[in-house]
């Protein structure tokens, strides 16, 4: 269900966000590049022109994309091993190319996702009250 946000735009729901954010698309109105390049952000979003400067996903993604990558290329390292018993060369073989190429297709929709969740929650900097 969507609402109006305080800034006149509208807040999509919750599952249109994320997956606005997977597809690398605008989180407001969802049809817009988010990404200029593979992880760079846009400047704006170039069809409804909803500013990304305020937009950082830190290194949010990078921390997500890391433990599940070591949780899916260990676990499946040591199933296989203690089932199968393969040579050495042969893990090497299966797990280091699995261990560059799930992160290269994992951070750019993590990034999405941290990016467009920061939009739909309105998340910033800590200021103090006073300011
Ligand atoms: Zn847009």
């Known amino acids: ?16 966000t994320i997956w606005a954010g997977i597809a690398g698309r605008c989180p407001v109105c969802g049809r817009g590049k988010l990404f200029q390049g593979y992880l760079q ?12 400067g305020a937009a950082d996903a830190g290194d949010g993604p990078a921390v ?4 599940i990558t070591g949780i ?3 676990g499946a390292a040591l199933i296989v091993e203690i089932v199968y018993a393969p040579p050495y060369w042969l893990h ?3 797990w280091g190319p699995l261990a560059i190429l799930l992160p290269v297709l994992l951070l750019r929709p993590f990034k999405g996702v941290l990016v467009a969740l920061q939009f739909r929650h309105k ?6 009250a006073s300011e």
């Open 1 to 16: 269900m969507a609402e109006q946000a305080k800034t006149g735009q509208e807040v999509r729901g919750l599952g249109s």
């Open 41 to 52: 952000i846009a400047p704006a979003c170039n069809l409804c022109g909803l500013d990304y």
């Open 64 to 67: 997500f994309v890391i433990l």
């Open 72 to 74: 899916v290329v260990v």
């Open 92 to 94: 090497a073989l299966i």
């Open 123 to 128: 998340a910033a900097e800590g200021r103090l």
